[in-house]
């Protein structure tokens, strides 16, 4: 089992950002961690809150608060500040903000095409930002000694009394070998075992696959904050998507949930890496764009490059665009279907496609959406852009910081 995210349901509409309710007999001290971890959490979310804002939306009374601001404080988590524009007389309420130069998580991405290393502060702001080239069937555990490499190279100008809360490595759901055939994998027991062998101390990492976390960033402050039903579709060389299904990440039996590029989508269609035919990805996949625009195989710019010409008026470009628009509906339509989202993110290079061709995209839904999910249904483009995987791989590392500020973490 590769990640520790929270698998599967129950379904409950509670907002996760309150304390927990207590659990009969639970002690003072579980109470008092629970909102050390309430306050915190909403101070790295939504940013610098002031005590008394705190005491509305976390629904504590406003000496509880206070002290579990002075603790956080004490720990050096958080600074405590008189307003600068203090509007009414009397005295102000003090404003808690996350000390996002002190607190930090390492956040790694291993992507289709090169290996990233971020230090992530404490509210998600990135500190530093390194990235390497990933050779054309590099394997996942092998990324790992080049990516503790940038790690070094940053760690020179980390401040001395700065606290490592975590890590996490966002992985891309297949690698591709040079004849183009797909081996589903990433974020399993060998990449662990790479892992623990380049980094023996400090808090470890855990692994996720890269949608899922892409997903978990733009749940957690992109485009699609505070929605609890949402599939998050990521493109790159191939499709696949991170399910979040009552506010919970959907990972499967074996955390390998969400290939939804490798929904056949025409039993006659072309050969797929993976060894099926006529899967999703196919048909809109950044392959598909480039051929039936007809371009040379390439990335991701010869992509913007044929967005671009589409835009333009370009009419073979246009026509591309149409074409793989309407295979992007076709798929999203029945995904809608089956899992019902509340929204539905374009990411990746589907963000763009999305963005070029919403008309076509939602003409499909339109034919093929069963009215009750279709009404509700948002589609959007994702917000946070290509540092998405980062974002969401250090939410996943500042978890244990969350969930016990003042027991968790490391110096460093
Ligand atoms: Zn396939």
Redesign the pocket.
């Known amino acids: 089992m590769a990640t520790p995210m929270r698998p599967g349901p129950p379904r409950q509409s509670r907002n996760p950002e309150l304390p927990l309710p207590s659990a009969p007999g639970a002690s003072q001290e579980e109470i008092r961690r629970q909102n050390l971890g309430a306050v915190l959490r909403h101070v790295h979310v939504h940013g610098p809150t002031s005590r008394a804002e705190l005491t509305s939306r976390l629904g504590l009374n406003r000496s509880t608060i206070g002290a579990l601001a002075a603790d956080l404080a004490a720990a050096g988590l958080v600074t405590e500040e008189v307003p600068t524009t203090a509007r009414r007389a009397g005295r102000p309420s003090l404003v808690v903000s996350p000390r996002s130069g002190r607190v930090y998580a390492h956040a790694l991405s291993i992507e289709a095409d090169r290996l990233r290393a971020a230090r992530v502060g404490l509210g998600g702001r990135i500190l530093d930002l390194r990235e390497v080239d990933r050779p054309d069937g590099m394997a996942a555990p092998d990324a790992v000694g080049p990516l503790a490499d940038l790690l070094r190279d940053m760690a020179r100008s980390v401040p001395g009394d700065a606290l490592l809360a975590g890590g996490a490595v966002a992985v891309v759901d297949t690698t591709r070998d040079g004849a183009g055939r797909?081996r589903i994998g990433g974020a399993d027991e060998t990449l662990h075992a790479a892992l623990g062998a380049e980094f023996p101390a400090g808090p470890g990492f855990v692994t996720g696959d890269l949608a899922d976390i892409a997903g978990l960033a733009e749940h957690v402050r992109g485009v699609a904050a505070g929605v609890n039903d949402l599939v998050y579709l990521h493109g790159d060389r191939g499709v696949s998507a991170g399910i979040i299904s009552g506010g919970r990440l959907v990972l499967g039996h074996r955390g390998r949930s969400g290939k939804v590029?490798?929904m056949v989508v025409d039993p006659d269609g072309l050969p797929?890496?993976?060894g099926?035919r006529g899967?999703w990805?196919?048909e809109i996949g950044e392959a598909a764009l480039l051929r039936h625009a007809g371009r040379e195989p390439g990335g991701p710019e010869a992509v913007h490059e044929v967005l671009r010409a589409a835009a333009a008026g370009e009419q073979t470009a246009r026509a591309a665009v149409d074409r793989v628009a309407d295979w992007l509906g076709f798929g999203v339509a029945n995904l809608v279907n089956v899992i019902n989202p509340n929204t539905v993110v374009f990411g990746g290079s589907l963000r763009e496609l999305y963005l070029a061709g919403a008309g076509t995209v939602r003409h499909r839904l339109e034919a093929m959406v069963l009215p009750p999910c279709r009404e509700h249904v948002h589609l959007r483009a994702a917000a946070l852009g290509p540092d998405a995987a980062l974002i969401g791989a250090a939410e996943l590392a500042f978890d244990t910081l969350l969930a016990d500020p003042l027991h968790a973490g490391a110096a460093g």
């Open positions: 797909i590029g490798h797929c890496g993976c099926s899967c990805e196919t």
